[in-house]
Every structure is written in structure tokens, then in C-alpha cells.
């Protein structure tokens, strides 16, 4: 299990690295282009969650990997979780419900290594 937990954690920082760098790296006129969502949230919205992803993903493989406070993996899996919340909560008031599964994988994998770590096969 405990190689599955790696697997799951690297397939989390992979996606929210990239997410979060997509939303980081375009400017605000392309980003709304490419995610309409982001027409009706505050300006500062997908540069913010764009940042907790990119720290997301980095505090959800480092700490173990470097052995330095991997307490905070399981706390870095939880708080990809709650943006993930977030996302799904969004896309079903939009009605963007082909948009829910994505968000709803994301979620549950995040959620699976917050019990993973947290639980019996913490570091």
C-alpha cells in the first residue's frame, strides 16, 4: 500500500504542478480564454489557486522524499482535498458537469493519501 501511496502522491504533484503553472504562467485575458470560469471570480483568484496547487504538489512529494517533516505530506494531500472541494462545488453550481469528473478523481486521490499518510502508513 505504501507504493501505492507514492504512485498516488506523484500522480498529484504532477497534475497540480501542471495546473497550477497553467494558471500562473498565462496572463489573466488568456487564462479566461482558455477557463471561462474565471470571467466571474475575483482577479486575483486563479493566480492565488494557482499557487496553493504548485505548493500543493511540491508539499505532497518533497517532504517525504527529502525525509525532512513529511508530516506535511498528508497536510499538503488535505489541502490539494479542500481546493478540490472547491472545484467540484463550482462546477455544480455552474452546471459543468462534465467538468466534475476530473475534480472528483483529483479529490478522491487527495483524499485517499491524507488517510493513507495520516492513518496506518504514515512516514
Not at 478522491?108 to 504514515?122: D, M, N, Q
Amino acid at each position: 500500500m505504501k507504493i501505492v501511496l507514492w504512485v498516488i502522491a506523484a500522480l498529484l504533484a504532477a497534475a497540480f504542478l501542471f495546473s497550477g503553472l497553467f494558471k500562473l504562467a498565462l496572463s489573466r485575458e488568456k487564462y479566461i480564454a482558455a477557463q471561462d470560469w474565471a470571467a466571474g471570480s475575483p482577479r486575483w483568484a486563479p493566480d492565488v489557486i494557482g499557487a496553493l496547487e504548485v505548493l500543493g504538489a511540491i508539499g505532497v512529494v518533497l517532504p517525504a522524499v527529502v525525509n525532512i517533516a513529511p508530516v506535511l505530506v498528508p497536510l499538503a494531500a488535505a489541502g490539494l482535498a479542500l481546493v478540490m472541494i472547491g472545484a467540484v462545488a463550482m462546477h455544480l453550481r455552474r452546471g459543468e458537469y462534465s467538468a466534475l469528473a476530473p475534480s472528483g478523481v483529483l479529490l478522491i486521490l487527495a483524499a485517499i493519501v491524507t488517510w493513507g499518510r495520516f492513518g496506518p502508513y504514515s512516514f
